[in-house]
Antibody, heavy 119, light 106 residues
Framework: EEQLVESGGGLVQPGGSLRLSCSASGFNFRTLPMHWVRQAPGKGPQYVSAIRSNGDKTYYTDSVKGRFTISRDNSKNTLYLQMNSLRPEDTGIYFC????????????WGQGTVVTVSS | EIVMTQSPDTLSLSPGDRATLSCRASQTVTYNLAWYQQKPGQAPRLLISGASTRATGVPVRFSGRGSGTEFTLTINSLQSEDFAVYYCQQYSNWPTFGPGTKVEMK
């Protein structure tokens, strides 16, 4: 069974940092690009970031560019999201997701980890 | 960025009713449109891809249609487990999601 398990969320003050992790199993992690999607309370999901299978290229939504860094460790089947200079509008559930090929929807989602940015 | 809109915001229906949900894209996405179901405390679950192809294990009462900028998700004979929020998502380019339609029990 393909599975994604996130961790690392929590309560942080504005301007603070968090590092999210996503542990993957049940599929060939090292061959697939991986992604982060977030969902603010009561809102639709928002695509945040992506990384190619070998980590050589990364992508970010405009609102997190320069503050978030996506990375991966293929030897550990783990995806990361380093979040710096956090803002209240970054509050939400962060999901690690995969899709089977480039032009496809997201077929597997983790359970999500909650990030709350508040003083 | 392609903007997705959904209507209505909420549908109040009874078990056995038919639900019709609409999704519109701000520019064409051809058939690169997916529908997800989300229940409280859970991650979204993929229902439909390619505008009309049911994902593995999705009941036949769920059907999708449309192309270009206009799409519809129909749920025939609503079951109790179908009351949830439904999102459309385009994956023609940078993925974007709609704001959702809540299907609630009348």
């Amino acid at each position: 069974e393909e599975q994604l398990v996130e961790s690392g969320g929590g309560l942080v003050q504005p301007g603070g940092s968090l590092r999210l992790s996503c542990s993957a199993s049940g599929f060939n992690f090292r061959t697939l690009p991986m992604h982060w999607v977030r969902q603010a309370p009561g809102k639709g999901p928002q695509y945040v970031s992506a990384i190619r299978s070998n980590g050589d290229k990364t992508y970010y939504t405009d609102s997190v560019k320069g503050r978030f860094t996506i990375s991966r460790d293929n030897s550990k089947n783990t995806l990361y999201l380093q979040m710096n200079s956090l803002r209240p509008e970054d509050t939400g559930i962060y999901f690690c997701v995969k899709k089977p090929y480039d032009t496809s929807p997201f077929d597997v989602w983790g359970q999500g980890t909650v990030v709350t940015v508040s003083s | 960025e392609i903007v997705m809109t959904q209507s209505p915001d909420t549908l109040s229906l009874s078990p056995g009713d038919r639900a019709t949900l609409s999704c519109r894209a701000s520019q064409t996405v051809t058939y690169n449109l997916a529908w997800y179901q989300q229940k409280p405390g859970q991650a979204p679950r993929l229902l439909i891809s390619g505008a009309s192809t049911r994902a593995t294990g999705v009941p036949v009462r769920f059907s999708g249609r449309g192309s270009g900028t206009e799409f519809t998700l129909t749920i025939n004979s609503l079951q109790s487990e179908d009351f949830a929020v439904y999102y459309c998502q385009q994956y023609s380019n940078w993925p974007t999601f709609g704001p959702g339609t809540k299907v609630e029990m009348k």
